[in-house]
Every structure is written in C-alpha cells, then in structure tokens.
C-alpha cells in the first residue's frame, strides 16, 4: 500500500494531542473520516486540524470505501468491539493502549485480523520517552542483571 487513508473513531485527547495528528502529518497518509460520538465536538475536530470530514456512525466509518485503517481512540472497554468490525469490514487496525482489557480480548483481535488478512497495531507512543530508552539500555546492558519485574513512573518523561 503506497498510501494509507485514515479513519479515527474517538477523535478526543489522545488523538487531538498524540497519535492522531501524525495520520496526516506523515507522508503517503491521509486523515479522511472522523467519528466521535458527540457530533459537534467531532465537527470541531474536522474543523480544527482541516483534515476529513465527520460521519454520523462507527459503522458508517468503517464500512467506507475512502478508508482502508481505522485508528481506534476510544475508551479501552470499547477497543475490542471496534477494533473486531473494523477489521471484518476489511480494514486494517491501529488501536490505542491498552489494547483491550484482557490477553483473551486481545487474542480474539489478534485471530480477527488473521482471518481477515488485516494489520492490527497498538499505538505505544511512550516507547521513545528519554525514561524507557535508558531503562531499555540499562537492561541490554546486563549491568542489572536480568529483570523480573518492573515499575515505572513514566508521568516526567
């Protein structure tokens, strides 16, 4: 695919201020539809970064031929359903963390996407913190040793 065309649902925070801008900032993408529950707020966006245009239903989103991956930004109790019919509908998948609530919600996402030769991915963008790339060092480094639990406060990165 030379050129992938966005579809968001859940155009709040997370995708105003972290993944979402980068779907249409990269070259060979595009941000294309927007749905968000509260139709204004989801206009607003659409106006806001002048890029899309709003749809009235997940469905409607996901069963567009303008789209070929829906970015899923909503609330985690909601990613597995999504994330499932957006892939049945032929889409590929990218999913904010968490990606579900469960390892047996994930395996199902994951087992939808092999059926429907789809991608599915987990937006993670905390991995490039100045914080988890010395802890990733630290590790590979061995002067630790080798870890069997971690904790991290990762809310100054």
């Given at each position: 695919?030379?050129?992938?065309?966005w579809?968001?649902?859940?155009?709040?925070?997370?995708?105003?201020?972290?993944?979402?801008?980068?779907?249409?900032?990269?070259?060979h993408s595009?941000?294309?539809?927007?749905?968000?529950?509260?139709?204004e707020?989801?206009?607003?966006?659409?106006?806001?970064?002048?890029?899309?245009r709003?749809?009235?239903?997940?469905?409607?989103?996901?069963?567009?031929?303008?789209?070929?991956?829906?970015?899923?930004?909503?609330?985690?109790?909601?990613?597995?359903e999504?994330?499932?019919?957006?892939?049945?509908a032929?889409?590929?998948?990218?999913?904010?963390?968490?990606?579900?609530?469960?390892?047996?919600?994930?395996e199902?996402?994951?087992?939808?996407?092999?059926?429907?030769?789809?991608?599915?991915?987990?937006?993670?963008?905390?991995?490039?913190?100045?914080?988890?790339?010395?802890?990733?060092?630290?590790?590979?480094s061995?002067?630790?040793?080798?870890?069997?639990?971690?904790?991290?406060?990762?809310?100054?990165?």
């Amino acid at each position: 695919m030379e050129h992938v065309r966005w579809g968001v649902v859940g155009a709040g925070h997370v995708c105003e201020n972290m993944s979402g801008p980068p779907l249409y900032l990269v070259a060979h993408s595009s941000l294309e539809l927007v749905h968000r529950r509260n139709r204004e707020e989801g206009e607003e966006f659409v106006i806001r970064h002048g890029k899309g245009r709003y749809v009235d239903s997940f469905s409607e989103l996901v069963q567009s031929s303008d789209i070929d991956a829906v970015y899923i930004a909503t609330p985690t109790e909601l990613h597995e359903e999504q994330a499932i019919g957006a892939l049945e509908a032929g889409k590929h998948v990218l999913v904010e963390h968490p990606m579900a609530l469960s390892s047996e919600s994930c395996e199902r996402m994951l087992r939808a996407a092999g059926k429907a030769k789809r991608k599915i991915g987990v937006a993670l963008y905390r991995r490039g913190y100045p914080s988890v790339e010395k802890v990733k060092t630290v590790v590979q480094s061995g002067l630790i040793g080798t870890p069997i639990a971690a904790s991290v406060n990762d809310e100054f990165p």
